[in-house]
């Protein structure tokens, strides 16, 4: 029986404390009409040998292909000493350090965490972490609810740059509440956030102004005329950011002249792999001034009856376990292991390392987007200042270039046809650190070819009906 | 207690080897977008950094040193094997947004996992994305709201919960924008069914549920509760967090539920990671199908592909960037495969089991159940009334004294109904001599109650700290280095 170590005197023993006849009786307060009556539809048990075989043939399924995807997640490389000491069943299967003196370790490393990320963000506190980032920028509107009264009605603004995904998630997170969410156009020509249309906007009934550093096409915001906007309206900005672009880029806590009120975003560029979307963590953090409507877990230091230092989970008033249907969140995790990652990484990196990263991944994608501009008929899109990903334009559809790159193991980036219609056949691409000139170039050249391949159009109205699985 | 990693810091220094090298290209980012000075990041090399969080782990308890019979939990163990495989770079280097031909590996694995969950709970959807229990609820919640929507039925604005519900049920309908009306429970543990009649009424969207109930029986009653909330218009919740206790006995889907969440961390075995991740996938009754959260796995003339928006126009939208936990997906898949049917079945039998045994263990040692008459379920409470009141020892100081003896604290004051209550799980993977240890400890500290009070009172003694300042805590919030807040 896999992983239950009882053996049949264990079973006969207990039963007779129990005093119980059999394993059945034990269930014998389950009305029987209501007992699963036929075998469950599921397969007989593997070994961890075969399961091994069948798990390792997916995974291959998956692999070799080199990938110039971002648009939310980013490959980097992780070093080694990241996941090995991660993965010690210390970190890995320890439960919420709600019995602080047995659980110093995670809760020790939560308060790194949390200077390291404020630092980083250049605010004053950090939170232990949320699930991801989408729903860390949900949770942030909800704090500027919370921590802005004054209105009846909550309109939040948040920018068509923002991830279309995050926008998704804050739409089904708070649309179950009284607050309105408008969209603010980008400029078609920049891809920034366009100051004109936010000075048409009624900012009496404004709470909050979502601003995306560097936005989802990777072009770099006017953070700090945002920011001073936000303030001399009086309306709360919350930065949504990639945090390892922090450490080259301006940080929230510095834009403008007052700096952002709330900073969120994805932790996954530090430290954890793409791993099919998850699980990442979300990392929220503020100004001194919000931090008791700031949810989830907070770590905090204090001492022991000897006066030692120690570590504690703090500020739990604001929990659901306490405060139930009036809590701040129903959130009752974090993404614990995933912060005792990013942790390690950024520990490992230092700050120099760190803009390292930032600055390489930005020197490869501006090579990038050299040779990708070279191309006949390709066209980059919006001429702003970027960190590592571009809009690209193609002459022929998007699917189909993207299916002809995948079939020579080429992932071309993503398709930002459904998302943005107006923008017509566009591409968001990505490169990293991990790319070399080589890749580089393998990429331009595949692309250079299936473009100039005159049959392309012929084989997609072939393929129509079966290409269009994957749009 | 190991130093700050701050205060190993030391200017220039990092870990070289994983640093990029440097390429002679220019920054094409005008100046007023850059960050001026560093970030206060710790500058450590390499071997600095690993012994240091090494040091930590080892200030830590966890399933793979401690036994924690940590009730509404479910800690059992995480197979390595599982970890490992999860692990591979296939899994790990595959971008969410792939395309779909580039993707089947993964995919398959979700599909087959939704296809199992539909096995065990008796629904007829599911959905993987929520990244823990409290978003399971969420999505069930929100799923309950856009039913009665759909259906023109406005008025619905309650949502019940029993006195004896998880903290996360109320925060959830709250957050849903419901009213949260609670239902008080009888004297043998089960929801007054007089009060639950009197409650429900149009303004009735639904009631949340968990079942065997966090008082560790099984709500007998069950299909007189599934009757009067549905007559009322309502629909039932089922919470997740105990279905390892009757998988593969009974599924909520036959006892009446219309939706519910799986904690993947309980049931299926996957790490809590020290607070997470979590995953909380929901599965529904016919009638929800079309509100399930996006994105889900379908199959397609033997190709994967994922339905959203497009395909299910009146779902209640996306809870994550991505897909949700994916590896904890995949961890949870490769439980499932490891245990098949008849190992599904013998995870309720032998935690069941065990807590029984405890159960009888204990109360043959002198220690008060809170509910006499009733089998335990996969856990049961033991309240320490009468031992505070004789000892002024409190359920607190036994469950830190536990610490001393290696043995993580049972869950402490919850439900909230039950005074000095400990709410004891074992698990199935716990082993009969282990439990017997625990017996032998819990024993011990009950006979150093009446001898030798301070002792428990002033626990625990043995491990890196001792008992904690939390007052000191929340008002000099200090929660960043090198700054501390003024209390607010």
Redesign the interface.
């Known amino acids: 029986?896999?992983?239950?170590?009882?053996s049949a005197q264990?079973?006969q023993?207990?039963?007779a404390?129990?005093?119980?006849a059999n394993?059945e009786q034990?269930?014998?307060?389950?009305?029987a009409h209501?007992?699963?009556k036929n075998?469950?539809?599921?397969?007989?048990?593997?070994?961890?040998m075969e399961?091994?075989r069948?798990?390792?043939?997916?995974?291959?399924?998956?692999?070799?292909?080199l990938?110039f995807?971002g648009?939310?997640?980013y490959?980097h490389?992780i070093?080694a000493?990241v996941?090995?000491?991660a993965?010690?069943?210390?970190?890995?299967?320890?439960?919420?350090?709600y019995?602080?003196?047995?659980?110093?370790?995670?809760l020790?490393?939560l308060?790194?965490y949390?200077?390291?990320m404020?630092?980083?963000m250049?605010l004053?506190?950090?939170n232990?972490?949320m699930?991801?980032?989408?729903?860390a920028l949900a949770e942030a509107v909800l704090m500027a609810v919370r921590a802005n009264r004054k209105n009846k009605l909550h309109r939040i603004l948040l920018p068509r740059s923002v991830?279309p995904?995050?926008r998704?998630?804050v739409?089904?997170?708070i649309?179950?509440?009284?607050i309105q969410i408008d969209d603010i156009p980008f400029d078609i020509n920049t891809g920034r956030i366009s100051l004109a249309v936010l000075k048409e906007v009624a900012a009496e009934t404004t709470t909050a102004l979502v601003i995306p550093q560097p936005n989802f096409f990777g072009v770099?915001e006017e953070?700090?005329a945002l920011t001073d906007w936000a303030y001399t309206k009086n309306v709360i900005s919350i930065a949504v950011v990639n945090p390892l672009a922090?450490?080259?880029?301006?940080?929230p806590g510095?834009w403008g002249k007052t700096g952002a009120d709330i900073a969120c975003g994805?932790g996954q560029p530090l430290g954890v792999?793409?791993?099919?979307?998850?699980?990442?963590?979300g990392f929220l953090c503020c100004k001194?001034?919000f931090?008791?409507q700031l949810p989830g877990?907070?770590?905090?230091?204090?001492?022991?009856?000897?006066g030692?230092?120690?570590?504690?989970l703090?500020?739990q008033?604001r929990?659901?376990?306490?405060?139930?249907?009036?809590?701040t969140?129903?959130?009752?995790?974090?993404?614990?292991?995933?912060v005792?990652a990013s942790?390690?990484y950024?520990?490992?990196?230092?700050?120099?390392?760190?803009?390292?990263?930032a600055?390489?991944s930005?020197?490869?994608a501006?090579?990038l987007k050299e040779k990708l501009s070279t191309i006949e008929g390709v066209e980059v899109v919006f001429q702003s200042?970027?960190?590592h990903e571009w809009v690209i334009r193609l002459p022929k559809p998007v699917a189909l270039v993207?299916?002809q790159l995948?079939e020579r193991k080429m992932?071309g980036g993503?398709n930002l046809n459904?998302m943005y219609p107006e923008l017509g056949e566009c591409l968001l691409v990505c490169a990293t650190?991990t790319k070399t000139e080589e890749d580089i170039r393998k990429f331009v050249t595949l692309l250079t070819s299936i473009l100039s391949s005159t049959n392309l159009l012929d084989k997609a109205e072939q393929g129509g009906a079966h290409a269009k699985?994957?749009l | 207690m190991p130093k700050l990693i701050f205060e190993l810091s030391r200017h220039g220094r990092c870990a070289r080897a994983q640093v990029p090298r440097h390429i002679p290209r220019a920054i094409n980012i005008p100046k007023h977008f850059l960050r001026q000075e560093e970030p206060f990041l710790p500058e450590v090399a390499e071997l600095q950094v690993v012994r240091h969080f090494t040091r930590l782990s080892r200030n830590n308890f966890s399933i793979d040193t401690q036994f924690y019979p940590l009730g509404s939990c479910s800690m059992k163990y995480n197979p390595r094997g599982v970890h490992h495989l999860a692990m591979l770079e296939g899994f790990l280097n595959h971008h969410p947004l792939s395309l779909d031909i580039n993707s089947q590996g993964y995919m398959a694995c979700a599909y087959e996992l939704q296809e199992i969950l539909k096995a065990v709970t008796g629904m007829s959807g599911v959905s993987l994305t929520p990244m823990a229990g409290a978003q399971g609820e969420f999505a069930g919640v929100a799923m309950i709201r856009a039913y009665h929507f759909a259906r023109h039925d406005l008025e619905r604005k309650e949502i019940l919960v029993p006195d004896a519900a998880h903290g996360t049920n109320p925060a959830t309908a709250a957050q849903c924008g419901f009213i949260v009306r609670e239902i008080p429970t009888d004297t043998e543990g089960n929801v007054d069914i007089e009060s639950l009649r009197a409650a429900v009424g149009p303004q009735t969207a639904g009631m949340m549920l968990t079942n065997p109930s966090t008082l560790g029986v099984f709500e007998q009653k069950i299909q007189d509760i599934a009757a009067i909330v549905h007559q009322a218009g309502g629909l039932l919740y089922y919470d997740g967090a105990n279905l390892n206790a009757i998988l593969g006995k009974v599924r909520p889907g036959d006892m009446g539920f219309d939706v519910m969440h799986i904690n993947l961390h309980k049931t299926f075995a996957t790490p809590h990671g020290g607070g997470g991740p979590g995953g909380g996938p929901v599965a529904v009754s016919d009638r929800l199908v079309p509100f399930l959260p996006t994105p889900i796995v379908v199959q397609r003339s033997g190709l994967y592909a994922w339905h959203s928006e497009k395909e299910c126009p009146q779902t209640i939208g996306r809870l994550s960037a991505f897909m949700g936990n994916a590896g904890i997906i995949l961890r949870a898949y490769m439980y499932a495969r490891l245990l098949g049917k008849e190992g599904m079945e013998r995870v309720a039998e032998f935690a069941t089991l065990n807590a029984n045994y405890l159960l009888a263990k204990l109360k043959a040692a002198g220690f008060t159940p809170a509910y006499v008459n009733r089998r335990a379920s996969h856990e049961f409470i033991i309240t320490l009334k009468t031992e505070a009141k004789e000892w002024h020892v409190t359920a607190l100081d036994v469950a830190k004294r536990l610490l001393d003896y290696d043995i993580h604290a049972p869950t402490m004051y919850f439900p909230l109904l039950v005074p000095e209550c400990l709410l004891i799980e074992p698990t199935e993977t716990e082993s009969k001599e282990m439990l017997d240890i625990f017996v032998e400890a819990l024993i011990q500290i009950l006979h150093e109650a009446k001898t030798q009070p301070d002792l428990v009172r002033t626990a625990p003694h043995t491990l890196s700290v001792r008992r904690l300042d939390e007052v000191k805590a929340a008002r000099e919030l200090d929660v960043v280095y090198k700054q501390i807040i003024d209390p607010l």
């Open positions: 029986m896999p992983f239950i170590p009882h264990d079973i023993e207990m039963l404390t129990i005093e119980a394993m034990l269930f014998d307060e389950i009305p209501l007992r699963v075998v469950l539809a599921i397969p007989e048990s593997l070994t961890e399961l091994g069948l798990m390792r043939a997916r995974a291959q399924q998956d692999n070799n292909l990938c995807i648009a939310g997640a490959e490389h070093p000493a996941w090995e000491v993965s010690r069943g210390e970190f890995m299967t320890a439960y919420t350090p019995q602080a003196e047995a659980s110093q370790g995670t020790q490393l308060y790194e949390q200077t390291m404020a630092s980083l250049a004053d506190v950090s232990a972490s699930y991801d980032g989408a729903t991830h995904f995050y998704q998630v739409k089904t997170i649309g179950q509440q009284n770099l953070v700090d922090m450490a080259l880029l301006k940080p510095q994805e792999p793409l791993a099919s979307g998850g699980p990442y963590y001194k001034e931090v008791r877990r907070i770590v905090g230091r204090t001492v022991d009856q000897e030692k230092q120690g570590f504690v703090t500020l008033a929990e659901q376990h306490i405060r139930r249907a009036k809590a969140s129903n959130i009752c995790t974090n993404q614990g292991l995933l005792t942790t390690i950024m520990s490992l990196l230092g700050p120099k390392g760190l803009r390292q990263v600055i390489t930005h020197q490869n501006e090579l200042p970027r960190f993207l299916r995948a992932q993503f459904s650190e699985t994957y």
